[in-house]
């Protein structure tokens, strides 16, 4: 990728004031409009996820190693595993493939998820919380922005973040002797909502939007933030090493921020329910945080650390990297 242009790195206000500056003509660009920007959004999501799902599998079967699902079940006898055996015991006793197991509704939710995140964090950047008179960005607007975009586009892509959990349970379930729940994505929406409604496919959302922004404050706040100081700060052009150590940063920061709630909300997502949709083992998030720390300890809000921050790190890398590139190729501002 050659030197970035620095008109790219102008918000998109700042270049269409520019532009009318010049020549006296107001820019319509599909290519910076919202739509735009949530199909290429998408686009890298649904990259990276291919990518980087099977680490997500293994934090999830991680997570729920030791909680009290285990005794009310039956499954008190189920191995506990670190993070390579887990994986390594999935290939092993599953198959290869079961590593994408759930990849479908993981696909659903970022094609809605992702690209709304994205489009609205922009959004309240140039029109909400937006740069202050010198030019700078502070730190907090973007935290609020990164939080309040986070927690609306994951409370609307929360039924698909549902199925995905569950779906990547059932091989587990099967190999200790369990009846299967569900068999597809659309028949564990089917069956979500027969037994619980439309409130059914919600279950889990209250742990399920928290983590989404801690990891968006994590994420699109450090992204944006630590782009913004190695531009600023160093010699550094609008490139692939700056996109490369941006989204480190943001990849280590939403894993210690998110880590605690993903616990939570797999927990709630993946307990049994009775008749009407509640469940059996956790009344709410504070309740199964209060579980598991009194029956596991404090530490046991971290299970599955590693995995999450080895596949957020590489998940954000790729994601990060895809959708500057694909802004530069099809000429769209830098985000």
């Given at each position: 990728?050659?030197?970035?242009?620095?008109?790219?790195?102008?918000?998109?206000?700042?270049?269409?004031?520019?532009?009318?500056?010049?020549?006296?003509?107001?820019?319509?660009?599909?290519?910076?409009?919202?739509?735009?920007?949530?199909?290429?959004?998408?686009?890298?999501?649904?990259?990276?996820?291919?990518?980087?799902?099977?680490?997500?599998?293994t934090k999830t079967r991680l997570q729920v190693q030791?909680?009290?699902?285990?005794?009310?079940?039956?499954?008190?006898?189920?191995?506990?595993?670190?993070?390579?055996?887990?994986?390594?015991?999935?290939?092993?006793?599953?198959?290869?493939?079961?590593?994408?197991?759930?990849?479908?509704?993981?696909?659903?939710?970022?094609?809605?998820?992702?690209?709304?995140?994205?489009?609205?964090?922009?959004?309240?950047?140039?029109?909400?919380?937006?740069?202050?008179?010198?030019?700078?960005?502070?730190?907090?607007?973007?935290?609020?922005?990164?939080?309040?975009?986070?927690?609306?586009?994951?409370?609307?892509?929360?039924?698909?973040?549902?199925?995905?959990?569950?779906?990547?349970?059932?091989?587990?379930?099967?190999?200790?002797?369990?009846?299967?729940?569900?068999?597809?994505?659309?028949?564990?929406?089917?069956?979500?909502?027969?037994?619980?409604?439309?409130?059914?496919?919600?279950?889990?959302?209250?742990?399920?939007?928290?983590?989404?922004?801690?990891?968006?404050?994590?994420?699109?706040?450090?992204?944006?933030?630590?782009?913004?100081?190695?531009?600023?700060?160093?010699?550094?052009?609008?490139?692939?090493?700056?996109?490369?150590?941006?989204?480190?940063?943001?990849?280590?920061?939403?894993?210690?921020?998110?880590?605690?709630?993903?616990?939570?909300?797999?927990?709630?997502?993946?307990?049994?329910?009775?008749?009407?949709?509640?469940?059996?083992?956790?009344?709410?998030?504070?309740?199964?945080?209060?579980?598991?720390?009194?029956?596991?300890?404090?530490?046991?809000?971290?299970?599955?650390?590693?995995?999450?921050?080895?596949?957020?790190?590489?998940?954000?890398?790729?994601?990060?990297?895809?959708?500057?590139?694909?802004?530069?190729?099809?000429?769209?501002?830098?985000?």
């Open positions: 990728m050659p030197t970035a242009d620095p008109i790219r790195t102008l918000s998109r206000k700042d270049r269409d004031k520019m532009q009318v500056q010049v020549t006296g003509q107001v820019p319509h660009k599909f290519v910076d409009s919202l739509p735009c920007t949530y199909f290429v959004s998408v686009a890298s999501a649904i990259n990276a996820e291919l990518f980087t799902y099977p680490l997500d599998l030791g909680e009290i699902a285990a005794a009310t079940e039956g499954l008190s006898t189920a191995p506990h595993r670190g993070m390579v055996k887990t994986a390594l015991g999935i290939v092993k006793e599953e198959g290869l493939f079961k590593l994408w197991q759930g990849i479908l509704p993981a696909i659903y939710r970022h094609s809605i998820y992702s690209g709304i995140r994205i489009v609205i964090y922009e959004y309240l950047k140039e029109n909400v919380l937006t740069k202050e008179k010198d030019g700078t960005f502070p730190l907090w607007k973007s935290a609020v922005n990164g939080c309040t975009a986070g927690a609306i586009g994951q409370f609307i892509a929360s039924p698909a973040d549902l199925v995905k959990v569950q779906i990547q349970m059932e091989g587990k379930r099967r190999l200790l002797g369990k009846p299967p729940r569900i068999k597809t994505a659309n028949a564990a929406f089917a069956k979500i909502y027969k037994e619980g409604g439309i409130r059914g496919l919600w279950k889990g959302a209250v742990p399920n939007v928290n983590r989404a922004a801690l990891v968006n404050l994590g994420d699109l706040s450090t992204y944006d933030y630590a782009k913004r100081a190695i531009l600023n700060n160093t010699s550094l052009p609008d490139s692939h090493l700056c996109h490369f150590l941006s989204s480190v940063c943001a990849g280590f920061v939403a894993s210690v921020m998110g880590t605690p709630a993903d616990v939570i909300k797999t927990r709630i997502m993946n307990q049994p329910t009775d008749e009407k949709g509640n469940g059996l083992l956790y009344k709410n998030s504070l309740d199964c945080l209060t579980k598991t720390v009194k029956n596991e300890g404090l530490f046991a809000l971290y299970k599955g650390f590693l995995p999450v921050w080895i596949r957020l790190a590489p998940w954000s890398l790729t994601f990060w990297m895809t959708f500057e590139q694909i802004r530069y190729v099809i000429g769209a501002t830098s985000f």
